[in-house]
Nanobody, 123 residues
Framework: QVQFVESGGGLVQPGGSLRLSCAAS????????IGWFRQAPGKGREGVSC????????FYRDSVKGRFTISRDNAKNTVYLQMNSLKPDDTAVYYC????????????????WGKGTLVTVSS
């Protein structure tokens, strides 16, 4: 059974930084795409960034390019999202998710979801 343990959310001032972690377990294969989605109040869930566990190729949505960095530690089965220069628009619940069938970082393509961690950017 695939499970995620997400951590690192919290309250931060605009311009600040946070690092999210997602420790995964239960995968029976090592070729999958894993990443982060977010959902702000009253909005749909959107892909933020994903990474291939096998070759490290990455995807970022345009609004976070240059500010967020995704990385993985395969030995720990953990993926990280370093978020810098945070803006109030980044406020959302951030979910870890995985796609075991391909490389798409899209809501409909993800097979497994974490419970989410709240990120609030406010002064």
């Amino acid at each position: 059974q695939v499970q995620f343990v997400e951590s690192g959310g919290g309250l931060v001032q605009p311009g600040g930084s946070l690092r999210l972690s997602c420790a995964a377990s239960g995968f029976t294969r090592d070729d999958y795409t894993i990443g982060w989605f977010r959902q702000a109040p009253g909005k749909g869930r959107e892909g933020v960034s994903c990474i291939s566990r096998r070759d490290g190729s990455t995807f970022y949505r345009d609004s976070v390019k240059g500010r967020f960095t995704i990385s993985r530690d395969n030995a720990k089965n953990t993926v990280y999202l370093q978020m810098n220069s945070l803006k109030p628009d980044d406020t959302a619940v951030y979910y870890c998710a995985a796609n075991t069938k391909g490389r798409n970082c899209l809501y409909w393509a993800m097979d497994y979801w974490g419970k989410g961690t709240l990120v609030t950017v406010s002064s």
